[in-house]
């Protein structure tokens, strides 16, 4: 029983791995996740850890990655 649960948990890992790296070539956010992002930017600004721990679920590299993709200032 103990190895059929070691194999599933395996499992799990390889699918989440394949959905991070999808997840890394197209980020989406949501219209109120993005709209806190930047409200929150304005106030604290590059602090993504910060900006993360108000959005649950998102790391702090994944907005951080979002907000240079949609707002970098080198054009």
């Known amino acids: 029983m103990a190895d059929l ?3 599933t948990k395996d499992t799990s890992g390889d699918s989440r791995e ?3 790296s999808h997840q890394d ?4 956010f949501s219209e109120d996740e993005e709209t806190l992002i930047i409200r929150m930017f304005n106030l604290v600004g590059e602090r993504w850890s910060l900006i993360a721990g108000r959005i649950p679920g998102r790391t702090a590299e994944e907005i951080e ?3 240079n993709s949609r707002y970098s ?3």
């Open 25 to 28: 070539s197209e980020l989406q």
């Open 18 to 20: 394949d959905n991070n």
């Open 5 to 7: 649960d070691h194999s």
């Open 65 to 67: 990655k979002y907000w």
């Open 73 to 75: 200032t080198s054009q």
